[in-house]
């Protein structure tokens, strides 16, 4: 029961009934997903049996989703939930990387590092109407670019002095830069973005298949359209996505075709 936030009095937050017991659970993205109580030592230490199991596998860290929901509305609580499990992972293996999706502005998802986590996504510069779609499309100047490099990495030291910046430009939520850039420039446009995510210092993070250029935007299973290895479906690889995707008619080749050509935006990004 004390795994999880339960109400009678709803006072704020995504609560849904349980039957009509009178009380409510918490799950602030949808009802089949109830908030976990991260403070009940008994669900701490089933985490815990969770890292264990991952460590002995072999793998070199964990990336926290939606970490600024952890207590919704709550920097300093989510802070010191990440204190915890960092520390907690730490002590296992002392030097797994952890990253943290902190999904809001820049001043706030920097106060995430002083927890002791090696990273933090870097969303200022995300998506299209972030800091670097903004720059290429020239709505903002290329000096935006280089001062809000400098704000984040100064802002981050604060907090945490071996702190990682975990630059990135597209993921699984947002649609693909492909689609930033429509008209005859697209390509150089493409290109020139991914440069400026990988000139960010830091360890930067691509999504897969923004290295070819591919589309995909709207709902979330047009957004997660699978890697585009080659133009053939049936070809070994291959896979057939998400069941609701829409057919999605990419802008730029395979990579089986842009592995032929020196100009493409796959040899460009190599």
Not at 126 to 138: F, P, T
């Amino acid at each position: 029961f004390d795994y999880y936030n339960f109400t009678q009095e709803k006072t704020g937050g995504v609560y849904y009934p349980v039957g009509d017991s009178g009380w409510y659970y918490e799950a602030q993205f949808y009802y089949g997903m109830p908030d976990f109580n991260l403070y009940n030592e008994d669900l701490r230490q089933e985490i815990e049996k969770i890292v264990d199991f991952w460590l002995e596998k072999g793998v070199g860290g964990f990336r926290l989703d939606a970490a600024k929901e952890y207590v919704s509305g709550s920097v300093n609580s989510n802070v010191e939930i990440l204190t915890w499990f960092n520390s907690m992972v730490k002590e296992k293996k002392e030097d797994a990387y952890l990253v943290a999706e902190v999904w809001t502005d820049m001043n706030t998802y920097t106060q995430y590092y002083s927890s002791g986590i090696d990273s933090v996504f870097d969303f200022a510069f995300a998506d299209s109407d972030g800091i670097i779609a903004n720059v290429v499309k020239g709505t903002s100047p290329a000096s935006a670019y280089s001062e809000a490099m400098e704000n984040v990495e100064e802002m981050l030291q604060k907090q945490n002095a071996d702190g990682i910046d975990a630059p990135f430009y597209t993921n699984h939520d947002l649609g693909r830069s492909a689609g930033y850039y429509p008209g005859e420039e697209g390509s150089s446009q493409t290109k020139l973005a991914g440069a400026l995510n990988l000139f960010m210092s830091g360890n930067a993070f691509i999504y897969y298949g923004e290295e070819l250029g591919m589309k995909g935007a709207g709902k979330d299973e047009n957004k997660r359209a699978p890697m585009y290895f080659s133009a053939d479906p049936e070809a070994e690889g291959m896979c057939k996505g998400p069941t609701d995707m829409d057919n999605i008619t990419m802008k730029f080749g395979s990579l089986e075709e842009q592995s032929k050509d020196k100009d493409s935006i796959y040899q460009y990004y190599k």
